[in-house]
Nanobody, 133 residues
């Protein structure tokens, strides 16, 4: 069983930064595709970013970002700590929401990780990020 625990959320002013962390237990990070989703009240969870092990080695990860935060957010993986981080810079009020860490087993290799919530088997409890204007 895979468990995901998020941390690092909070309240920040527009233009500020936060770093979210997702600690993975039960499986090694290199065997998973791990993603971040965001949800605001009344809307579906939307894809933010994902990471998966590279073909060049299990300690190397490839990151994928949705269009909105590209250039402001960075996703990274740490094999030793079995953890995925989402560095969020230049935050905007529209980045506000509950951020969820999600994971699925690596099965095959498509052009990019899936962006649909239905593709992911494991979910964290979510963590609130609020960006004030």
């Amino acid at each position: 069983q895979v468990h995901l625990v998020e941390s690092g959320g909070g309240l920040v002013q527009s233009g500020g930064s936060l770093r979210l962390s997702c600690v993975v237990s039960g499986r090694t990070l290199s065997s998973l595709v791990t993603a971040w989703f965001r949800q605001v009240p009344g809307k579906e969870r939307e894809f933010v970013a994902a990471i998966r092990p590279s073909v060049y080695g299990t300690s190397i990860y490839e990151g994928y970002m949705s269009a909105s935060p590209k250039g402001r957010f960075t996703i990274s993986g740490n094999t030793a700590e079995n953890m995925v981080s989402l560095q969020m810079n230049s935050l905007k009020p529209e980045d506000t929401g509950v951020y969820y860490c999600a994971a699925k087993s690596v099965v095959g290799r498509g052009p990019s990780p899936p962006r649909e919530t239905s593709e992911y088997d494991y979910w964290g409890q979510g963590i609130q990020v609020t960006v004030s204007s």
